[in-house]
C-alpha cells in the first residue's frame, strides 16, 4: 500500500513539476495572468523551456494558452521563428490577451514576420481592453512613430500615461 501512495505522489509531483516550470522558466511580464516571477527575454534558457512548456501543454489543459506564449518565448530566443509565431497565434486563436500582445509587438516591429503597423495598433488596442496594461506601451510607441499613418505624438502621451498610471 505504501509503494502504490509513493508511486501515486511521485506522478503528481511530476506532472505539477512540468506545469510549474514552464511558468518559472518563461514567465512574460506584460501577461497579467502571469503565476511567477518575471524572465527577463535575454535570460531564457531556451531549450528547457521549450520541453517544459511542451510538457505542460501535453499534460494540463487549464492553461494551455499561456504555455503556448511562453513556448513561443522560447521558440523566439532560440531563432526558431516559425514555430514562435505559430505557438504566440495558437495562444491568440485561444483569446489569451497577453498572447494578443505579443502577435501585435510581432507586427510593430517586424522582425520576425512582415511589418504591419495598422494590425499592430489593432491588436495592441484588443490586448489593452483585455487587460494587458504593457500595449499601452506599445500604443505609445507607435503612435510616436513617424512612419505610422496615424502618427499622433499627443496620442502618444496619452497612451503613455496609462501605461505608466497602471
Given at each position: 500500500?505504501?509503494?502504490?501512495?509513493?508511486?501515486?505522489?511521485?506522478?503528481?509531483?511530476?506532472?505539477?513539476?512540468?506545469?510549474?516550470e514552464c511558468d518559472l522558466l518563461g514567465s512574460l511580464e506584460a501577461d497579467p495572468f502571469s503565476?511567477?516571477?518575471?524572465v527577463k527575454?535575454?535570460?531564457?534558457?531556451?531549450?528547457?523551456?521549450?520541453?517544459?512548456?511542451?510538457e505542460a501543454i501535453e499534460e494540463q489543459n487549464d492553461?494551455?494558452?499561456r504555455y503556448y506564449l511562453l513556448r513561443a518565448r522560447g521558440h523566439l530566443r532560440g531563432g526558431s521563428y516559425e514555430q514562435a509565431i505559430n505557438d504566440?497565434?495558437?495562444?491568440?486563436?485561444?483569446?489569451?490577451?497577453?498572447?494578443t500582445f505579443a502577435l501585435a509587438t510581432l507586427y510593430h516591429f517586424g522582425d520576425a514576420m512582415p511589418q504591419d503597423l495598422e494590425r499592430a495598433a489593432s491588436?495592441?488596442?484588443a490586448a489593452f481592453n483585455?487587460?494587458?496594461?504593457?500595449?499601452?506601451?506599445?500604443?505609445?510607441?507607435?503612435?510616436?512613430?513617424?512612419?505610422?499613418?496615424?502618427?499622433?505624438p499627443e496620442l502618444a502621451k496619452e497612451w503613455l500615461k496609462k501605461f505608466e498610471g497602471v
Open positions: 500500500m505504501r509503494i502504490i501512495i509513493l508511486a501515486i505522489c511521485s506522478v503528481l509531483a511530476n506532472k505539477a513539476y512540468a506545469v510549474e503565476t511567477s516571477e518575471p527575454f535575454q535570460d531564457i534558457q531556451s531549450t528547457k523551456l521549450v520541453k517544459a512548456c511542451t492553461n494551455v494558452a504566440i497565434s495558437l495562444s491568440h486563436d485561444m483569446d489569451y490577451p497577453a498572447a491588436l495592441y488596442h483585455n487587460g494587458v496594461t504593457w500595449a499601452a506601451r506599445g500604443l505609445a510607441i507607435l503612435y510616436e512613430d513617424f512612419s505610422f499613418d496615424n502618427y499622433n
